[in-house]
C-alpha cells in the first residue's frame, strides 16, 4: 500500500488535504465561487425587471389603456395664460373623442425620469424655514401640478374628500387646496383624519408660494418609480394654477385598451387638427414610457451585462474544473490501472474522481453563497422589492453551476474507467 500510495502521480508527502486544496483546486473553486456571484447578480437584475413589469397593486396605479403625451411649452416661451388656454383645449378635445373615459394633465407622472420634491409642516407646527443653514424640516414628498381626472386617468383611487375643481386648476381658488396620499396623512396627521386640515410648505417653492393649503382629498399610496415600489414616497399635490410648470404630460385612460396604438393615432390627428403648433415631444402608451425610466434601463443593462459575464464565468469554470480533472486522471493513471488490477471495479474509480469534483463544487458553492448574499444585500438598495438573498435566484443558480462542473467532471471520471491497467504499468 505505501509503494501504491508512492506512485500516485502527485507528491505523496503534501497528504489528501494537501492535494485538495492544492493552489490550482483553490483557483477552479475561486472560479466557480465568483460564477455563483455573478449567476445570482444577474438573477436578482432579471427579477427586479420582471417585478416591474407587474402592474395594479403593486405600483398603486394601472397602465392599460393609458396614453402620455408629453408637451414642453418653454420651447416657444409661450406665456403662463396662453400655456393654459391651450393645454386645457387639448384636453377638452381629448374628452370628446369616443372612447375616452378620463383626460387630464399633470407636471410629473410615474416614472418620470426625473422628479420634484417639497416639505410639508402642519399649519399650526411652525413658520416657513429659509435660508441655505436652516434645519431640514417637516415631511419630504414628491409633488406635482395636476387638473381634474388626473387620478382617474392612471387609476389611483381618491380614498376620501374629493377632486379638485376646474375653477381651482384653471385660475386657482379664494384658498390654496392641495390633495395628499396616505403616506403623507398618516406622516404628518398620526391618528387624525387629515381633510379640512391645514398645511403649508417648509419651505417656499420655486414661486416663492408659503401659503397655508387646505387638504381637499387623500389618495392612495402609489410608486413614482422603481426606487421606492416596496415602500412609496409620499406625494402631495395641487391644482395646475396653484404650482404652473410648462412642462405638462397629458393623460388619456381609453375603454379601448386593445387598441391603444392605433388609438393614439387618432389622438395625435385631433390635436394636430385643434392646434397644429402644439409643442409635443412624444406621445407613447404608459407601458412605453415606464420602459424610458432611466432606473429601469440601468436594470436592464446590468441584467444583461452580470448574464454576459455570469456565462463567461460558467464557461471558464467549466473549462477549469474539465481541465483540473483531466490532469489529475492524467497524472494519476498509473495509480488507478494498479486499482483496477487489485479488483477496483471500474464503478470505484468513476467515483473516485467525481466525488473529490463533487465536493470541491460543494465547498465552492458554500464560499459563493456567502460572497452572494453579500452581494444581494449591497444591492438591495436598488431592488426594494427582490429579496437580496431571493431563495429560488440563489437555488436556480446553484443548479445550473452544479450541473456544468459535474457535467466538466464527467468525462474526465469516465476516461480513468477506461484506463488498462497493463498499459498504467508500463507507464513511467
Not at 411652525?126 to 424640516?137: E, H, I, L
Not at 422603481?226 to 395646475?240: A, F, H, N, S, T
Not at 385598451?257 to 403648433?277: F, N
Not at 431563495?391 to 457535467?407: Q, V
Request: aromatic residues 8%; glycine residues 10%; hydrophobic residues 45%.
Amino acid at each position: 500500500m505505501h509503494d501504491l500510495k508512492g506512485q500516485v502521480g502527485e507528491t505523496a508527502v503534501v497528504g489528501r488535504w494537501n492535494r485538495f486544496f492544492s493552489g490550482r483546486h483553490l483557483m477552479v473553486m475561486g472560479q466557480i465561487a465568483l460564477c455563483l456571484v455573478m449567476l445570482f447578480s444577474a438573477g436578482l437584475f432579471v427579477r427586479a425587471a420582471t417585478k416591474e413589469g407587474k402592474q395594479g397593486a403593486t405600483t398603486g396605479f394601472s397602465t392599460d389603456g393609458v396614453a402620455i403625451t408629453e408637451m414642453d411649452f418653454s420651447l416657444a416661451r409661450t406665456s403662463q395664460s396662453e400655456v393654459m388656454r391651450r393645454a386645457f383645449a387639448a384636453v377638452e378635445r381629448l374628452r370628446r373623442l369616443p372612447g375616452v373615459e378620463s383626460a387630464a394633465l399633470t407636471t410629473l407622472v410615474p416614472y418620470n425620469s426625473s422628479i420634484t420634491t417639497t416639505r410639508l409642516v402642519r399649519a399650526e407646527q411652525a413658520p416657513v424655514v429659509t435660508g441655505s443653514n436652516a434645519p431640514a424640516t417637516g415631511t419630504i414628498g414628491i409633488y406635482s401640478s395636476i387638473s381634474p381626472g388626473y387620478f382617474k386617468s392612471i387609476g389611483v383611487r381618491i380614498l376620501r374628500g374629493r377632486d379638485f375643481t376646474e375653477a381651482e386648476t384653471q385660475t386657482g381658488g379664494a384658498t390654496p387646496v392641495c390633495i395628499i396620499d396616505e403616506g403623507m396623512a398618516e406622516k404628518l396627521f398620526v391618528g387624525e383624519d387629515a381633510i379640512g386640515r391645514r398645511v403649508r410648505y417648509a419651505e417656499p417653492t420655486a414661486r416663492g408660494a408659503s401659503d397655508e393649503m387646505e387638504i381637499v382629498g387623500i389618495v392612495n399610496r402609489h410608486a413614482h418609480g422603481m426606487e421606492d415600489r416596496g415602500k412609496p414616497v409620499p406625494g402631495v399635490y395641487v391644482p395646475l394654477a396653484q404650482e404652473f410648470n410648462p412642462v405638462l404630460f397629458l393623460t388619456v385612460r381609453s375603454a379601448n385598451k386593445g387598441s391603444l396604438i392605433q388609438e393614439i393615432g387618432g389622438y395625435r390627428r385631433a390635436l394636430h387638427e385643434l392646434d397644429p403648433e402644439l409643442p409635443i415631444l412624444q406621445m407613447i402608451t404608459f407601458p412605453a414610457f415606464m420602459e424610458k425610466n432611466f432606473t429601469l434601463r440601468m436594470v436592464d443593462l446590468g441584467a444583461m451585462i452580470f448574464g454576459v459575464f455570469g456565462g463567461v464565468a460558467l464557461l471558464l469554470a467549466s473549462v477549469g474544473v474539465y481541465g483540473l480533472k483531466a490532469y489529475a486522471v492524467e497524472r494519476r493513471t498509473r495509480e488507478i490501472g494498479i486499482r483496477i488490477a487489485l479488483g477496483a471495479n471500474r464503478r470505484d474509480v468513476f467515483s473516485l474522481v467525481m466525488k473529490q469534483g463533487a465536493l470541491q463544487t460543494l465547498v465552492a458553492l458554500a464560499f459563493g453563497l456567502g460572497l452572494s448574499i453579500l452581494v444581494g444585500k449591497a444591492l438591495a438598495a436598488v431592488f426594494f422589492q427582490v429579496n437580496p438573498w431571493d431563495p429560488f435566484t440563489l437555488a436556480l443558480s446553484a443548479a445550473i453551476l452544479t450541473g456544468a462542473t459535474l457535467a466538466a467532471c464527467f468525462v474526465p471520471a469516465r476516461r480513468a474507467t477506461r484506463v488498462s491497467p497493463l498499459r498504467a504499468l508500463r507507464t513511467e
